[in-house]
């Protein structure tokens, strides 16, 4: 197992070289023609001489030709035809001899077909072969409980004699949870989509669905959280490392990324040449910690997790930051915020309505400042309906000359604006303008006309005043706008 293959030098190999990884690449094989998904995978001791094998339930391309596959390090070991295509595998103890060896199981159908020493031991057929007493009774209380739809995926946990729950993600997108003696389902979780995976995380049930994310439930149907995936999830398995304690979920998405997850934290990203499509993860030959990963291609790919390898949370993409977790340092209450604390509950409702006073004397002069700014036109927009007008001045220069744009613009929809003069009221004895009124020209809805003119600082003094500009209707001394600016100082004459 601590050889890679000669297959691993080809260009497509599984990117696991980073020095930072947390795996060794042990065996990649893109030519394994295996067509298989995770329930029909199972690493067991076949031979009871402590060397894990690798049983692969095979479907074959297309569906065809099912084949029993055994895998010993890096090579098929043995290789017969199934009877039918495999529907899930498992192994299982059958005898109390030494060595004990286990047997193989595959469902298929109403059939499950086991096997011993990798040869058709018997055939079990559910509704046909008759069973002794103890057995009836049991099937009889598994036949009490009943669910609403198929079940596709299957969680237990607990003993049956003692107490046990049953997870059942079923076809119509609920995941129903059954304990003993319940003859139906004592809680539902109701999926926005259908499921394509459940695994049992300690106390967590882990549910994958087609909208390509994963969702954590309590068992009593309480929802804990939700972590989005890049791609779509098409395989889904638990990662168990026993010497540290540690379990985790691995879903294998169809970007050709295995990704691991305790609860919603990210622990690890595998990249892999083509989708995964099945997952297995525990002991195989002498090593404890391996992974097994099939590709839509039929590829083979196994990883040995480093013995110095530790998960740690991260990627920085689920969960609150780590600043959210650290206390704030608070200082502690002084004297002065003790006796302020006192003297606003003592005074506190002479405290409210000085302030109530003082805000609605606020609201008073700000509203007679904007009255008296609409009757003498000092706002730059105009607030009658009949004239829809705005003005913009702008300053350009150092001096002594400046100059003066105003932007003076139509603001109706469709109606124009003509009739207008435009006066300019300033300090003679500090600046002088070539006109100091002019007609304005028609005013077309909705352009900005450019109106220039020149100001000449007469002062040497490097003083500056305002200059006021009013926008009239001809025939009436009430301005509609107006507009104060204040000029700058003249760099000009300052320098000279």
């Known amino acids: 197992m601590a050889a890679a293959s000669s297959s691993d030098s080809d260009s497509g190999k599984a990117e696991s070289n980073d020095a930072s990884s947390k795996w060794l690449d042990a065996h990649y094989d893109p030519m394994a023609n295996i067509h298989t998904f995770s329930a029909c995978l199972a690493l067991a001791d076949l031979h009871g001489d402590g060397e894990y094998k690798l049983v ?20 098929v070991l ?16 059958i005898d109390q001899h030494e060595p004990r060896t286990p047997a193989l199981a595959f469902a298929s159908g109403p059939c499950v077909y086991v096997y011993k020493n990798l040869r058709p031991y018997f055939k079990f057929s559910l509704p046909q072969l008759p069973t002794n007493t103890l057995e009836q009774d049991l099937w009889n209380q598994a036949k009490e409980m009943s669910l609403p739809s198929i079940p596709v995926f299957l969680e237990v946990s607990g003993q049956f004699d003692v107490e046990f729950r049953l997870a059942a993600a079923c076809r ?14 004592k809680y539902c979780i109701e999926l926005s989509a259908q499921p394509v995976g459940l695994v049992r995380v300690n106390k967590v049930l882990v ?27 098409l395989t889904m398995n638990l990662l168990e490392q026993s010497s540290r304690g540690l379990q985790a979920v691995m879903a294998g998405l169809a970007n050709g990324e295995v990704r691991i997850y305790r609860d919603k934290a990210l622990l690890d990203i595998i990249r892999t040449p083509d989708a995964v499509t099945s997952l297995c993860f525990g002991r195989y030959g002498r090593e404890d910690n391996t992974l097994i990963i099939t590709t839509r291609g039929g590829g083979l790919i196994i990883k040995i997790l480093k013995r110095t390898a ?56 700000t509203a007679r400042t904007y ?55 300033y300090n003679e004895a500090l600046y002088a303008l070539p006109r100091a009124f002019f007609k304005v020209p028609l005013l077309v809805p909705g352009l900005s006309y450019p109106l220039e003119t020149f100001v ?12 006021k500009v009013l926008v009239l209707r001809e025939g009436q001394s009430a301005p509609l706008l107006s507009a104060h600016i204040n000029m700058p100082v003249s760099e000009g004459l300052a320098a000279a």
């Not at 930051?321 to 915020?337: C, G």
Request: with cysteine; hydrophobic share 40%; glycine share 8%.
């Open 456 to 467: 000449e600082s007469l002062s040497d003094k490097g003083i500056s005043d305002i200059i």
């Open 56 to 75: 692969v339930g095979d479907l074959g391309p297309g569906g065809q030709q099912s084949r029993l596959k055994v895998f010993k390090g890096l090579r």
């Open 310 to 365: 530790v998960f740690v949370e991260g990627g920085g993409e689920v969960g609150p930051p780590p600043a959210q977790a650290t206390k704030l340092s608070v200082p502690r209450k002084t004297r002065l915020y003790v006796d302020q604390t006192l003297r606003e509950r003592e005074a506190g409702t002479a405290m409210h309505r000085t302030f109530q006073t003082d805000l609605y004397l606020l609201r008073l002069r």
């Open 78 to 93: 043995t290789e017969s035809p199934l009877p039918a295509l495999p529907a899930a595998a498992a192994t299982f103890l």
């Open 172 to 185: 119509n997108g609920n995941v129903y949870i059954l304990r003993r003696d319940s003859k139906c389902p």
């Open 371 to 425: 009255v008296q700014a609409l009757e003498s036109s000092l706002n730059p927009v105009s607030v009658t309906a009949r004239e829809p007008l705005k003005l913009h001045a702008v300053v350009q220069g150092l001096g002594p000359t400046f100059k003066l744009t105003l932007h003076l613009q139509n603001t109706s929809t469709a109606r124009p604006v003509l009739g207008l003069l435009v006066c300019f009221l």
């Open 207 to 233: 549910v994958g669905s087609t909208q390509d994310s994963l969702h954590g439930f309590t068992y009593k149907g309480k929802k804990l959280w939700t972590v989005q995936m890049p791609a779509a999830i």
